[in-house]
T-cell receptor, first 112, second 117 residues
Framework: DAKTTQPNSMESNEEEPVHLPCNHS???????IHWYRQLPSQGPEYVIH???SNVNNRMASLAIAEDRKSSTLILHRATLRDAAVYYC?????????????FGQGTILTVHP | DAGVIQSPRHEVTEMGQEVTLRCKPI?????LFWYRQTMMRGLELLIY????????DSGMPEDRFSAKMPNASFSTLKIQPSEPRDSAVYFC???????????????FGPGTRLTVL
């Protein structure tokens, strides 16, 4: 399984952009990169995923490095509700059946 | 859809007792995952099923843990006998897995908080 490295914690002010990095240098060519977040006392929830191209959805943007060894989750305007633990995880295709491997994640604190 | 349903939400038991956690995946999903979350070890994948068949149980900590999926709408995770170190939050997740694709969102349940005294 590909390993991921994320900063333990990050802080942001409300309404400011947040860039959450993830290193996945051992990722294989067919692994998608998934991001999930976990709000306090809840199960993880999907944020975004991508393979090679940058991706946007209503929650966030995902910027993937050209060599795919790293990616950055971008929250364009952080809100207090974005305070959570953010996980990046590769997900191999084929026989992995969507298996995700969660690291320690990044604790995001958003200040009013 | 009600989402992934887990029961019970909280379970307190004594060491040595049998514990059964239950999960109802989202209707139509064909893959189901059991995770365990602790402060020390984070979020760990225990086992996952595809079309009711266990695919990988390498994350199951030991023989005291067992999981079944008798049909597409129900799965159980059993611990017998339970020990204090099994105390954790157990999450169930489901997804619709299409052949060869690795881009399906997993939907997580609210979790079962297990305390073994």
């Amino acid at each position: 399984d590909a390993k991921t490295t994320q900063p333990n914690s990050m802080e942001s002010n409300e309404e400011e952009p947040v860039h959450l990095p993830c290193n996945h240098s051992t990722i294989s060519g067919t692994d998608y990169i998934h991001w999930y977040r976990q709000l306090p006392s809840q199960g993880p929830e999907y944020v975004i995923h991508g393979l090679t191209s940058n991706v946007n959805n209503r929650m966030a943007s995902l910027a993937i490095a050209e060599d795919r060894k790293s990616s950055t989750l971008i929250l364009h305007r952080a809100t207090l509700r974005d305070a959570a633990v953010y996980y990046c995880s590769p997900d191999a295709g084929g026989t992995s059946y969507g298996k995700l491997t969660f690291g320690q994640g990044t604790i995001l604190t958003v200040h009013p | 859809d009600a989402g992934v349903i887990q029961s019970p939400r909280h379970e307190v038991t004594e060491m040595g007792q049998e514990v059964t956690l239950r999960c109802k995946p989202i209707s139509g999903h064909n893959s189901l995952f059991w995770y365990r979350q602790t402060m020390m070890r984070g979020l760990e994948l225990l086992i996952y099923f595809n079309n009711n068949v266990p695919i990988d149980d390498s994350g199951m900590p030991e023989d005291r843990f067992s999981a079944k999926m008798p049909n597409a709408s129900f799965s159980t995770l059993k611990i017998q006998p339970s020990e204090p170190r099994d105390s954790a939050v157990y999450f169930c997740a489901s997804t619709l897995r299409t052949s060869g694709r690795a881009d399906n969102e997993q939907f997580f349940g609210p979790g079962t908080r297990l305390t073994v005294l």
